[in-house]
Structures are given as C-alpha cells and as structure tokens.
C-alpha cells in the first residue's frame, strides 16, 4: 500500500467535495459584478436552474445547511417577494435563455404552504419563460411536511422527482441528531409519496449516528426498500462546527466505514448501481436524460438566499453562516434588498484557469463514469495527467483505474472519496477554507 492510500483509509471522511471551491472559499469582491458581464459569454441554452427555500420545521443536529426553523409567516412571504424582484434582474441580465434542469431544496422547499409552493413556481415559469412540466424537476421534501395537498401540488406543476430525508428509521438513532419524527410518520410519507405517483423518489439515510450499530443501519435499509425507491443517497454523518452535535463532545464509535461496505452491498444485491460513493440507483430507471445537463460544462443560475450561480469563471451566492443568529441577519438583507441590488454580484470566487481544471476533474472523477479526457483536452487543450499530476498518483496507488479514454476510480477509490475529492483542492482554495471565519 502506497503512503496516499495509507493516509486515506487512516482518514477517509474529510468533507464532502459536492462542489468546487466550497463556499468557505467565497470571498466579497472588491467590486460587484454585473451579472450582464459576468454571464455576457456563457452558452445558455443547457442551464440549471435553482430554487433555494431556508426554511425548515426544526434544525437537525448535524445540519450546517443555510436554513433556520419556523420563521414567521411574513418573513416568507417577504422573502418570495425578494425571489421575484431577484428573478427578473436575473432574467433581464441573462438574456434569452433555455433551462434543461431544475430542483428546488433548502431548508424544507415544502414547508411552503401549498399556495407558497404555487407562487414559487409561478416566479420560476414567468421569469424565464419556462415549463417546469417539460424538464426534469427535484423537490427535497421531509416527512413532517409531506402532506397530501403539497405532494397533490407538486406532480400537477411537473415535480418528477421527490427525495425525502429520512436519515434513520429508527427512533432512537433519530432522537439524538435533533430529528423528534416517529417511524409511523416516516413510513406514512413514504406511502403519500408513493401514492401520489412521483417517477422517481429518493431516500436520504445517515450513517455513523450515535447509538447506530451495523445491522440497525441495514435495518434501516430494509425498511427503504419496501417503498422500492428509485434513488438512494447514503451519507456518512459528519459533526461540524456550530451544529448542534458540534456543541456536544463527541461519544460514540465510529462505525462509518462498515456501514458504507455492508449498506453497498446490499443495495447491489436488490439491483442498485452505484453512481458515487453516496448515490445508488435502480437499474430500473430510465437514465436517458442524465445527458441533458452537464454539470462541467453548463452554469447554473441560483434564485434565492442559500443558493449559488455559476459560470464557468465566477461562482457566486449570498454569504454563507450555520448559526441561527447569523443567518436571520443575511435573510434580512436579504429581503430588504432593493431590484436593482440584484443586478450584481457582491460574494463569491473567481476560477483562474487552474481551478477550472480541478473542478472539471473534482466534478468528474467522483462520480461512476469518472473523467472523460477526450471531454477535458477539448475544453482545456493539454492532458488532465499534465495538468494535474495528482491523477498519476492515484494510479499509481491503485485508488483509479484508466480505461479507454476515461479515468474512473477504483473501488477503494470508490469508498475513499470523501479524502480524495478534498485532496484535489487548490493549495489557495485550502488557505481561504482554513482562514475562513464561520459564524
């Protein structure tokens, strides 16, 4: 075993690498940035479209997302109306435009009320002139909030993929990360969703919690099965700063590792393809328009809060905090920003050609098809082994696998990725990470 490897497996849950840079890495720019400018040479006929909703109806302990628990009722309808003054800034700056994929998360989209929920996909539609009905569309829901009425809304706007965090079926596990739901209620929303006929329904479960053992954790699996989802995403628990468990010592074995292998192999034995080393998919699933949006080389266009924008040179969002305190503070601002405020840019990172690389290769080779790198020459001209010699190393160390034209990891690498994707970071993007001041 080469050292890398070594230093991996002694330590393979550093942080999930869902996107490069991470927001830790935004910094205020000296001067805002038109969003005309910024967006004046990207292709904009393949966007993605995001919807950010902070809301939830409690805050999980593990939870460092950009939400806050049962705001008030005019603090919601003060922030859809920001939305929309933000949407057609965003619209008018972007021109003519076409949107291959949309997902609206959080927070708790569907703690809306349904009429909430009706408003803010009338803001998507008439903004950019779009039919959620005629492109694939995520909605995040939890099991306190998905209701009848909502689940009833959401497939007559065209919501065909619903995911559902559940993270533990059992109540004892659920408890101590702050989650007071009942098993009766969990598997009750199971059956509305079913029920109301969503094409593909995703489970979210958390391994690693506290008084979790291996056979409850497949227990829990188990359990999901039943409702023959056509998406499971598996995450390891991670205690962050500022989060509820992040204010507790930390008391229980680390048993994410075992998890992980035993929870794989059960979902490959009841027909589940592995996509990432979160992601699992049932073969049954049609998959034909995985194609429609690429997330290397299509931008992404973010309404709301929470959510991010990215070309292929300027990534950009609001400011980012986990403490309640902090982020009431940024939803003020917020909601109390004039239309014209959201013609710029304020907050974010601007990708030199080196870190469009990485994030090219970070996008890439995390996932099940890896890195194409006939797609890699095309778009940047060199070999990705050249450009980033760390690809070689992996290699070497038998954590990727080259075939064809492609770099995959392998399956070690596969069960590593949480210290792999990390790995690949810019030393600056490691630097402004470190420095930054998390409130």
């Known amino acids: 075993m080469t050292n890398i490897a070594h230093n991996f497996q002694q330590f393979p849950y550093v942080s999930y690498a869902y996107s490069y840079p991470h927001k830790t890495a935004y910094r205020r720019f000296d001067d805002p940035v038109p969003l005309k400018e910024a967006w004046a040479t990207e292709a904009t006929d393949a966007l993605f479209l995001y919807l950010h909703i902070p809301f939830c109806e409690m805050r999980c302990g593990f939870c460092n997302l950009f939400t806050t628990a049962n705001p008030r009722e005019d603090v919601i309808t003060a922030y859809l109306d920001a939305t929309r003054r933000q949407a057609r800034e965003v619209s008018s700056s972007l021109g003519k435009a076409t949107f291959a994929r949309m997902a609206i998360g959080g927070g708790t989209p569907t703690f809306l009320s349904p009429l909430e929920l009706e408003r803010l996909f009338d803001i998507a539609e008439q903004s950019f002139d779009c039919c959620l009905a005629d492109i694939p569309v995520s909605c995040e829901t939890s099991p306190f909030t998905a209701d009848e009425p909502r689940l009833r809304l959401l497939r007559e706007r065209g919501i065909d993929r619903i995911s559902i965090g559940v993270q533990s079926f059992v109540e004892a596990e659920a408890g101590p990360v702050g989650r007071s739901q009942k098993t009766l209620s969990v598997e009750q929303a199971l059956e509305r969703i079913k029920t109301a006929g969503f094409p593909v329904l995703n489970v979210d479960l958390m391994y690693g ?60 034995s009841a027909g589940y393809e592995q996509l990432s080393m979160r992601c699992f998919r049932s073969a049954a699933v049609d998959a034909s328009d995985d194609t429609v949006y690429c997330c290397q080389d299509d931008g992404m266009v973010g309404l709301g809060c929470g959510a991010r924008s990215y070309t292929r040179e300027l990534h950009y969002s609001n400011e980012y905090a986990v403490g309640a305190g ?20 304020h907050y974010g990172f601007r990708l030199s050609a080196d870190e469009q690389r990485r994030r090219f290769v970070i996008k890439s080779i995390l996932r099940k098809d890896g890195l194409d790198k006939d797609g890699y020459r095309r778009r940047f001209g060199n070999d990705p082994h050249e450009d980033l010699p760390e690809l070689s190393v992996l290699l070497t160390a038998d954590l990727a696998v080259s075939a064809d034209q492609s770099l995959k990891l392998s399956a070690t690498g596969m069960e590593l990725s949480d210290a792999i994707g990390p790995w690949l970071y810019s030393p600056n993007v490691h630097e402004l990470m470190r420095a930054y001041d998390l409130c």
């Open 209 to 268: 919690l506290p008084g979790q053992t291996v056979e409850s954790w497949l227990g829990s699996l188990k359990a999901a099965l039943r409702y023959q989802p056509e998406e499971f995403y598996l995450y390891p628990l991670y205690v962050r700063p500022l989060t509820g468990m992040g204010r507790r010592p930390k008391e229980w074995n680390d048993i994410r590792v075992a998890c992980y292998r035993e929870g794989k192999s059960l979902l490959e």
């Open 326 to 345: 902090n982020i009431h503070e940024i939803i003020a601002r917020f909601v109390e920003s004039p239309r014209a405020a959201f013609r710029f840019a």
